[in-house]
């Protein structure tokens, strides 16, 4: 098994694209208002009936994009119409509540990455880049929805494998 993609629900799908695009530098590869047909096909994401089982809301609607970085990790962003999108208190999005709240991604130059963050206006947990045992080096910062993405530098090669 391997990873696919996360989906990350949002209230601004427009700043969410530009954290994603510009500062991350992934490539937009979809970005289009689901339902997009009335029944499966080829070029058909969602179809209304599938997207009221997934949301479990007569009438769903949502923004979508999805983005590709450049060694093929996918980010889903998804800004819901019907049910409307509601934020998650900052609190429940931190450690001590169930979930998944914390999204990690592997670079270079976490130093680079650390200061483009920054310069992007988006809130550190840390004031600086920490080292964890011998093994790397991080930073976690919260988008605008207060979501948390770790940015992540090895040092030498990973010592875990399946």
Not at 119 to 146: H, K, M, P
Request: hydrophobic share 40%; charged share 25%.
């Amino acid at each position: 098994m391997r990873f696919h993609h996360m989906a990350i629900f949002v209230t601004d799908i427009h700043a969410a694209t530009r954290l994603w695009r510009d500062v991350l530098g992934f490539k937009v590869i979809v970005d289009r208002t689901i339902p997009d047909g009335d029944e499966p096909g080829p070029e058909v994401y969602m179809y209304p009936r599938l997207l009221d089982d997934i949301f479990k809301v007569e009438g769903a609607r949502s923004k979508m994009v999805l983005l590709a970085s450049e060694d093929g990790a996918l980010i889903e962003l998804q800004q819901c119409e019907v049910p409307r999108i509601q934020k998650t208190p900052p609190e429940n999005l931190r450690y001590g509540h169930t979930g998944i709240h914390e999204l990690g991604l592997v670079v270079e130059d976490i130093d680079g990455w650390f200061d483009k963050v920054r310069a992007a206006g988006y809130q550190t947990q840390t004031e600086y880049v920490w080292t964890c045992a011998n093994i790397g080096r991080s930073f976690l910062f919260y988008d605008a929805d207060g979501n948390m993405i770790q940015l992540w530098e090895p040092i030498g090669a990973p010592t875990w494998k399946a």
